[in-house]
């Protein structure tokens, strides 16, 4: 049966075929769909944890205990599980493990475009490239083979094209893999005292990995021939391929380690061997080191951003990049907003009015720190802006109000908090509590009271939390309410001592709440003196800026923000018979 799916369903379903166990991950595009899609499945045990490093771990706990487990993190989520990863190629596995692992070129939905290719070489771990979903099925299957019979674990590396694209799927049926016995083997898996042992273990095993890949189908040679070669993989395959379908094209799919008789052999046909790889050298630096000379690489070929057919034919033929119809059009600016009713504009309106210097953190509220919020001042990491405030205000800088989403606090905000405590520090820090993972699609946390398959659970208590770690001062906002939210935020500051906000109310675009009748508002333009300041909620309902501004009934949802914000009191409820 063939099925017409995404990169991201074909990885899901590879791992069902594969007779996978336990599935764990944190959403984070473009690996989000992964997990969503695993969680479909009864026979497979799949959760939401709490950040990536505990996704890992309890993934890796499964492998020990003889279940085949999968872990699937976007590019930067890598970083925050990089401390176990680095110990598992010592430590082996039990049942088959994979790191499914999804790049982001181009930045889409991230705060950078890292390589991971080379947390591979890094960790030394075997890496696998799909180039499409047929390919993304069959080596997530593949990869579970390799790592029981290599005793590793084995990444898995997507990027958003791959991951966000569709292709025609041969689908399978689901192994029936049995959960291996489980052997304790504290020799191998106490790696600070035994670890030592087995680092000779590891340069073996790249050597035997090494072997295999030099007769790995998914490492092959295409195309008739000419006096042009090129070397490639992924994604950059299918752009390779399209612009030079008569040329000799080397096609790794294994990508760490590299087959290197293989590849020495190809080069050899040809006066000059064009590396085609998206991102940074990787394939290109381990090749040199060879002591290879007819390569070109990184000199032609872009390290910023996505790759594309024209990139790659302008970069290895000289040609002019055409301007397709769209590119010849001027498109207006379309810069992205929050959603009508997001209650998070009504804080963001409430911290820009309060002018107090804002560190913000990842997830939807980041669109904070675009006009007309303009609200939010420094954003890097996931929970990074609760200890960016503290140090702010050790530098002596005054009126600091750290921001982070009610999911991305139980990632990594917590430990942050617990620092200002420890240190007696004297920081503000709002939670925008709205009861969801709202920037990846709606997700559950450990707060929403639902487990990934949609089974009830337990729901953290924030404030019973907050209170424990040694916050005394707690206050719990609805920012629906302006008048409150600034009067509760200003006391927060002015306390001389640590304070948590909780900005608390359900995300508009969840299911239940777009399902709940509202009243659209209207505005009386006998009253309005176009003085502006209802557009500075940014509500994407609201349109006319410098005119009389307009509401459009399809896109409001009745917030009541605006009414709020209006001096002139023309703006009203729709009067419906």
Not at 116 to 144: C, H
Not at 167 to 172: A, H, M, P, R, T
Not at 183 to 203: C, F, M, S, T
Request: glycine fraction near 10%; include cysteine.
């Amino acid at each position: 049966m063939r099925r017409f799916l995404s990169g991201n369903e074909a990885i899901a379903r590879g791992a069902y075929e594969a007779g996978v166990h336990v599935a764990t991950s944190y959403p984070g595009t473009p690996a989000t769909e992964i997990l969503e899609n695993l969680a479909q499945y009864e026979e497979v045990d799949a959760q939401w944890s709490t950040n990536e490093k505990v996704a890992f771990d309890v993934a890796y706990g499964a492998s020990l205990g003889g279940a085949r487990s999968l872990v699937a993190v976007k590019h930067v989520g890598l970083n925050v599980a990089s401390d176990p990863l680095m110990t598992t190629a010592l430590a082996g596995v039990g049942g088959g493990m994979v790191i499914v692992n999804a790049d982001d070129p181009g930045m889409h939905s991230s705060q950078n475009e890292q390589d991971n290719r080379y947390f591979a070489k890094f960790a030394k771990i075997p890496m696998l490239e799909p180039s499409d979903s047929q390919e993304a099925k069959q080596f997530v299957k593949l990869a579970f083979e390799l790592s029981e019979e290599f005793n590793t674990p084995v990444l898995v590396r997507s990027t958003t094209r791959i991951s966000h694209s569709k292709s025609v799927v041969e689908l399978g049926e689901r192994e029936g893999v049995q959960v291996r016995e489980y052997q304790r083997n504290a020799r191998r898996h106490v790696v600070p005292i035994y670890g030592k042992l087995w680092r000779k273990d590891v340069e073996e095993r790249l050597r035997r990995l090494q072997e295999f890949a030099e007769g790995f189908p998914g490492n092959r040679v295409e195309g008739e021939g000419g006096k042009l070669g090129i070397i490639t993989s992924g994604t950059a395959y299918q752009y390779a391929k399209e612009v030079f379908p008569q040329t000799k094209i080397l096609k790794l799919g294994m990508t760490y380690p590299l087959a290197k008789r293989k590849i020495l052999s190809f080069i050899g046909h040809f006066d000059r061997v064009y590396i085609v790889e998206e991102l940074e050298p990787f394939l290109e630096e381990q090749i040199r080191s060879w002591g290879v000379s007819n390569l070109v690489g990184k000199e032609v070929i872009t390290n910023i951003g996505e790759l594309s057919p024209e990139a790659v034919l302008s970069g290895i033929a000289g040609k002019e990049i055409r301007k397709s119809y769209a590119d010849q059009i001027e498109i207006l600016a379309r810069p992205p907003v929050m959603c009508a009713g997001c209650p998070h504009a009504g804080l963001f309106y409430t911290l820009r009015k309060l002018k107090v210097t804002v560190t913000g953190d990842i997830g939807c509220y980041t669109l904070g720190a675009l006009p007309p919020h303009s609200a939010i001042h420094t954003t890097f990491c996931m929970g990074a802006g609760i200890g960016n405030a503290f140090g702010l205000q050790k530098a002596h800088q005054e009126r600091v109000v750290a921001v982070i989403g009610d999911s991305t606090f139980l990632h990594t905000g917590i430990p942050a908090l617990i620092d200002i405590v420890f240190n007696k520090g004297i920081t503000t820090v709002v939670i925008c509590d709205n009861l969801t993972t709202a920037m990846t699609g709606h997700q559950p946390h450990p707060g929403t009271g639902k487990t990934a398959k949609g089974e009830p659970t337990y729901a953290i208590d924030y404030e019973e939390l907050i209170r424990a770690i040694g916050i005394k001062h707690i206050s719990v906002v609805d920012p629906y309410n302006l008048k409150e939210t600034e009067e509760v935020i200003k006391d927060a500051i002015n306390l001389g001592e640590p304070a948590v906000v909780i900005s608390r109310h359900p995300c508009r675009m969840l299911p239940e709440e777009r399902s709940k009748p509202y009243v659209v508002h209207e505005i009386d333009l006998e009253r309005c003196n176009i003085c502006n300041l209802c557009f500075l909620i940014g509500c994407p309902a609201l349109e006319g800026y410098g005119e009389r501004p307009t509401i459009i009934p399809e896109r409001c949802v009745g917030c009541g923000f605006c009414i709020q914000i209006c001096k002139h009191d023309a703006i009203h409820p729709v009067v419906t018979s």
